[in-house]
């Protein structure tokens, strides 16, 4: 077992460790990167990525490229910031540090653990192998693959039953990635395939989106989710709501409707799909469980670590948690706490208020509380169709449609990382609205590989 010890500096520089290249962990770097500290990060991939955009690398618009970027790239022109490929098994908090995979161990001064989040599937966790979810770039090349050759496998089935079998696409789960998805699901079977096939009409396939709640985008006000309903449906979106899916095999899933509090009876039925895509839960990254051990953390239902009010953990004030890791609660000047939404904005900004905190302890200055500043939710649902929920000094502005989805875009945009990037998916997108192609469809393997891409 090695000791690895690069953050060791001859002027004694405290080591700062980040477990996690997303959001969170990114933006704690930055904020770190002129301070008079040694950094490391260490995530079990080489990039980070934007993962509101995942959805169009699994949709065939996006190549991967487009919306990740090599880790070691980022800080490229920053010594005292170190990046190591490398997935953590253990944090040992009395020791002050964490051993990786291959028995590597990391030391550190200050611990900054964001780690993300993992899909959730109820406890059944055997529908992964049926219903994929959509955390990374893996999971989307996978998606992208199964959504093509369903098309593929129904040009070359004879039987009616079978084929119609090919041709329905199953979302589960009505947030934002679930909208999404169907929503773009369905401009691919209507104009990105049209006239490519011979004994199939890809516009003749049926997409459903299945919601166990009574409403799409629960976080959205509920007439912008009534509004995101219907421009699903006029897409050509199937949306059922309160369904929840009671089995996922191989060749489909079952459905089960009613048995409420209302005493209305149980409607089960069965739909048959060789394409499920998984968007319905979210749980804490393992790693939420090895930190909760060592440290003696609560953890909520999901996993997450419930974090103090300046993201530390009570008893060990060098460990912070961000992200969706975190259990945190919004400490706004005046009122009551409230809970911090899983969304990448509050990454970002817990993210920055923890690398904040480490300075101030340095300093020996108090530590912050943190506060997320809301400043809305938006949604795509499909060519010139999304819903926005912003804050404003003067109140909410909401509003839908062509205009949303313009500033959805544009919002993104903005977001991604690096110049290249930015552009590259800007001249994508205004190549697919005009042309209605994707050109991100080439598929390496017939059989599942999650490599491809």
Same mark, same amino acid.
Request: charged fraction near 20%; aromatic fraction near 8%.
């Given at each position: ?101 291959? *028995? ?69 789960? *009505? ?76 060749? *489909? ?54 974090v103090q009010a300046d993201l530390s953990l009570a008893g060990f004030p060098e460990i912070s948690v961000v992200g969706d890791l975190a259990a945190a609660l919004s400490h706004a000047p005046g009122k009551e706490p409230t809970p911090v939404p899983g969304v990448s904005p509050a990454a970002k900004q817990m993210g920055r208020t923890a690398a904040t905190n480490i300075l101030h302890r340095l300093a020996g200055r108090p530590t912050q509380a943190f506060h997320y500043a809301d400043y809305g939710n938006l949604a795509t649902i499909g ?71």
């Open positions: 077992m090695s000791k690895y010890t690069a953050l060791d500096s001859a002027l004694g520089r405290p080591r700062v460790l980040i477990i996690g290249c997303g959001f969170g962990g990114l933006e704690a770097a930055r904020k770190l990167q002129h301070a008079d500290v040694d950094v490391t990060m260490v995530d079990k991939t080489n990039h980070h990525l934007f993962q509101p955009l995942l959805y169009q690398v699994a949709t065939a618009g996006l190549a991967a490229p487009s919306i990740a970027a090599p880790t070691r790239v980022l800080f490229r022109g920053q010594p005292r910031i170190t990046t190591l490929l490398g997935e953590v098994t253990d944090i040992r908090p009395a020791a002050r540090e964490v051993e990786l995979k291959d *028995g590597t161990l990391l030391s550190y001064d200050h611990l900054i653990v964001a780690a993300g989040a993992t899909h959730s599937y109820f406890g059944r966790d055997e529908w992964a192998t049926f219903a994929p979810g959509l955390k990374t770039l893996s999971d989307a090349f996978e998606i992208r693959r199964r959504v093509l050759m369903a098309f593929e496998a129904a040009e070359l089935e004879n039987n009616p039953v079978r084929r119609a079998a090919q041709l329905t696409f199953v979302v589960i789960g *009505g947030g934002p990635t679930g909208v999404e998805m169907a929503g773009t699901l369905t401009e691919i079977a209507r104009h990105t395939l049209s006239g490519e096939f011979r004994r199939i009409d890809p516009g003749s396939a049926k997409v459903l989106l299945i919601e166990g709640s009574p409403r799409v985008l629960q976080a959205m006000p509920e007439a912008l989710s009534a509004k995101a309903k219907l421009q699903l449906e006029k897409l050509g979106v199937e949306v059922r709501l309160n369904a929840r899916v009671t089995l996922i095999d191989a060749n *489909g899933l079952e459905v089960e409707t009613g048995g409420g509090a209302h005493g209305t009876p149980a409607n089960r039925y069965r739909i048959e799909s060789h394409c499920v895509v998984w968007a319905a839960g979210v749980a804490a990254s393992p790693l939420g469980r090895l930190l909760a051990a060592a440290t003696g953390a609560e953890t909520d239902r999901p996993g997450r670590i419930k060519r010139n169709s999304a819903v926005v929920d912003l804050g404003t000094p003067f109140g909410p502005l909401r509003f839908s449609g062509k205009l949303a989805w313009l500033f959805w875009l544009f919002a993104h945009v903005y977001f991604l990382i690096g110049f290249r990037n930015r552009f590259v998916v800007l001249m994508d997108w205004a190549s697919a609205y005009w042309s209605f192609q994707r050109y991100a469809r080439v598929v390496a393997h017939v059989e599942s590989d999650p490599n491809e891409g």
